[in-house]
C-alpha cells in the first residue's frame, strides 16, 4: 500500500538473524502490526506495538519502533526454516476510522 | 476450533456468474470485514461491519455486496462475476469497542473466474 513500505524479498541462512524493515507515513498511527503468511493460508499476527512504545521483545522477535523517522522493525532471532513466509507490516490510525493499512509484504526465504 | 472460518476454500466459476462467500467468527467479536488480496499478494480492505451496521465501504464495485445477518456472521455476495474479480477474499474480525484490536483472519477463499 502506498502508506506502508517494505522492500519484497530477504533471504538468510538458517540460525542467522532476520531483520525485516518497513516505513509508514501517518504521524497518527497508535498501532503498528507484523503478520505472518504462509502459503496457502490466511495472516496470523505475531506482534505489535503500541506507538507509545520504542521496543517490544517476545521470545525470537524483537520490534523496532522509530516514530520520528516512521521506521518500524521487525527481528527474528535464529531464523528457522519454518519461518519462511511473508511478512506484513501494517499500521492504523485514526484516520479513515482506524482502518488497518497494510504494507504489501516481505517474502523471507530462509536457506538451510 | 477454528476462530474465524469462511467457506468455500476455493470457488472456480464462469464469467457472469453470481457467487456467495460465506464468513463467521466465534470469537464474540464485535467488527468483521472482507479484503481482497491480489496475485502480488497486495492486500485492500473491502468493506468493514460494527455489530452489524456497514462502516467502512472501500471503492468497490457494486457487484459486491455484504451481508451481516449478526455481529458472528459476514457473507459476501458477489454478481455478474468478471475476470478481474479472481482474487483470494480474506474475512477478518476485530474487538473494537474497548480500544483497538487486531485482525483475526480466516484462511481465504479463492476465487478463479475462468
Known amino acids: 500500500g502506498e502508506d506502508v513500505e517494505q522492500s519484497l524479498f530477504l533471504s538468510v541462512r538458517e540460525g542467522d538473524s532476520s531483520v525485516i524493515n518497513c516505513t509508514y507515513t501517518d504521524s497518527s498511527s497508535t498501532y503498528l502490526y507484523w503478520y505472518k503468511q504462509e502459503p496457502g493460508a490466511g495472516l496470523q499476527l505475531l506482534t505489535y506495538?503500541?506507538?507509545?512504545?520504542d521496543m517490544k521483545q517476545d521470545q525470537r522477535l524483537t520490534v523496532l519502533l522509530n516514530k520520528k523517522d516512521k521506521h518500524l522493525s521487525l527481528r527474528i532471532a535464529d531464523t528457522q526454516t519454518g519461518d519462511s513466509a511473508i511478512y506484513f507490516c501494517?499500521?492504523?490510525?485514526?484516520?479513515?476510522?482506524?482502518?488497518?493499512?497494510f504494507g504489501a509484504g516481505t517474502r523471507l526465504f530462509v536457506k538451510a | 476450533d477454528t476462530a474465524v472460518s469462511q467457506t468455500p476454500k476455493y470457488l472456480v466459476t464462469q464469467m457472469g456468474n453470481d457467487k456467495s462467500i460465506k464468513c463467521e467468527q466465534n470469537?464474540?467479536?464485535?467488527?468483521m470485514y472482507w479484503y481482497k488480496q491480489d496475485s502480488k499478494k497486495f492486500l485492500k480492505i473491502m468493506f468493514s461491519?460494527?455489530?452489524?451496521?456497514?462502516?467502512i465501504n472501500e471503492t468497490v464495485p457494486n457487484r459486491f455486496s455484504p451481508k451481516s445477518p449478526d455481529k458472528a456472521h459476514l457473507n459476501l455476495h458477489i454478481n455478474s462475476l468478471e475476470l478481474g474479480d479472481s482474487a483470494v477474499y480474506f474475512c477478518?474480525?476485530?474487538?473494537?469497542?474497548?480500544?483497538?484490536?487486531?485482525?483475526?483472519f480466516g484462511n481465504g477463499t479463492r476465487l478463479t473466474v475462468t
Open positions: 470469537l464474540g467479536h464485535d467488527t
Open positions: 501494517a499500521e492504523r490510525a485514526p484516520r479513515g476510522g482506524f482502518k488497518t493499512i
Open positions: 461491519y460494527n455489530n452489524k451496521e456497514l462502516i
Open positions: 477478518a474480525s476485530s474487538q473494537e469497542n474497548r480500544g483497538v484490536g487486531p485482525l483475526h
Open positions: 506495538i503500541f506507538s507509545n512504545m
